[in-house]
């Protein structure tokens, strides 16, 4: 089956796909209808924008054509002052409900997470998840112990053995995006999951907070990176606890002003 297929009946002839290819792997055959040049088809990265962008529908790539794929919402597909609300009002939340996330919801915001945006569509993302108390339990104290082996910290170990979770912050669920470590840009494609995750997140009343000490006992770790058990060659990258919030916020702290230099 050929990877890229334009539908001569239903094409057009506008170029637009041709256009539209990253690579500029496409062209026009004699009679205008688009084709993939000879060899094209190892350097085609699958993104689909040829599929996504023809107007008539005539584009179908990697055996999936435009009627299997959902439509596009109007643009934009949201509207400023709510991208406002979105990006002001999610805080790092620290302290959380005693209420699990249900694993639909979990897995709702999973499925929304599949079109964050990675380095050559490698999509190399996936996602450890933790909902078990103990297990969660477990990562903290492994990450405590890491800190304690590089003296690092002692605030947090100290507050570890007073019964104190600065790790994980007792969260129930955590989320850590993991990727194999030869993809092209595992840290950069992990760490745009989870932002779109965190954001995300926000929409179902799920606050949210960046796990770092954990980020790098998982990396550099190795009872944790046992623990853990990934595939081999597979690394975390980034990492959240998730949760709904204990507190409300009532309005949105300062921040520095956007450090901007046009060149
Ligand atoms: C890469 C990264 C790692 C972080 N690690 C932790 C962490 O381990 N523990 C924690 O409490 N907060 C952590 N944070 C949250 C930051 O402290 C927080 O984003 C910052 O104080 C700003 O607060 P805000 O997110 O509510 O705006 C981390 C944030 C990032 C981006």
Redesign the pocket.
């Known amino acids: 089956m050929k990877l890229f297929l334009a539908d001569a009946e239903k094409c057009k002839k506008d170029g637009i796909c041709i256009r539209e290819c990253p690579f500029n792997l496409l062209k026009e055959n004699t009679h205008g209808v688009p084709e993939m040049l000879s060899g094209a088809e190892a350097v085609c990265m699958r993104c689909g924008h040829c599929l996504a962008v023809c107007p008539s529908g005539a584009v179908s790539l990697a055996g999936v054509s435009p009627e299997m794929c959902e439509k596009t919402a109007n643009e934009p597909a949201v509207d400023e002052a709510a991208v406002e609300v979105l990006l002001k009002n999610?805080?790092?939340?620290?302290v959380y409900k005693n209420k699990a996330v249900p694993r639909e919801t979990v897995s709702r915001l999973m499925e929304m997470l599949r079109w964050a945006p990675t380095a050559k569509n490698l999509q190399p993302v996936h996602w450890l998840l933790a909902d078990d108390k103990e297990k969660i339990r477990e990562m903290a104290r492994l990450t405590v112990a890491f800190l304690h082996e590089n003296n690092v910290f002692p605030e947090i170990r100290e507050a570890w053995e007073a019964g104190e979770d600065?790790?994980l912050?007792s969260a129930p669920l955590i989320a850590a995006a993991y990727a194999a470590d030869d993809a092209l840009n595992p840290p950069t494609d992990c760490?745009i999951a989870t932002t779109s995750l965190e954001l995300a997140a926000t929409a179902f009343g799920i606050g949210s907070?960046?796990?770092?000490?954990?980020?790098r006992a998982a990396k550099n770790y190795r009872p944790m990176i046992d623990f853990l058990a990934l595939p081999e060659g597979h690394s975390v990258y980034?990492a959240l606890?998730l949760g709904y919030p204990k507190f409300k916020y009532h309005r949105i702290?300062p921040?520095r002003k956007t450090g901007i230099r046009w060149i």
């Open positions: 999610r805080r790092s939340v620290r600065m790790i912050r760490a907070c960046w796990a770092g000490f954990f980020m980034a606890m702290p921040r």
